[in-house]
């Protein structure tokens, strides 16, 4: 009974944005980073709920899915530019 005193919306919340940070740190490909971030979003959505900080949840979750499509566009655009680098080095290297 004790155990299950601990599992609530705060500590979920808190595991959940643990471990979305963790994997943003640790995880190498940019796409990973993406989905880690959203994981992270989702538990500090939570731990907003839990304070009953209620318009600011409203504010975030509203914000939270624009924020992702702008990450999304930067790494497609990284991705790209980094892309057009290699091949430039590689037509230098031929040359």
């Known amino acids: 009974m004790a155990f299950l005193d601990f599992i609530n919306i ?3 919340s808190a595991a959940v ?3 979305g940070a963790a994997g943003i740190i640790l995880l190498p490909k940019p ?3 993406v989905i880690m971030f959203t994981l992270l979003e989702g538990g500090f959505l939570g731990m907003i709920v ?8 409203v504010a975030a ?12 566009i930067a790494v497609i655009k990284i991705n790209d530019v980094r892309k057009e680098k290699l091949k430039a080095q590689e037509e230098m ?3």
Do not use: F, G, Q, W
């Not at 839990?50 to 949840?57: I, R, S």
């Open 10 to 12: 705060s500590t979920v």
């Open 17 to 19: 944005s643990l471990i």
């Open 31 to 33: 796409v990973d980073k």
């Open 50 to 57: 839990a304070a009953k900080y209620l318009d600011v949840a």
């Open 61 to 72: 979750a509203i914000l939270d899915p624009i924020s992702t499509v702008i990450l999304l």
């Open 93 to 95: 290297n031929i040359a």
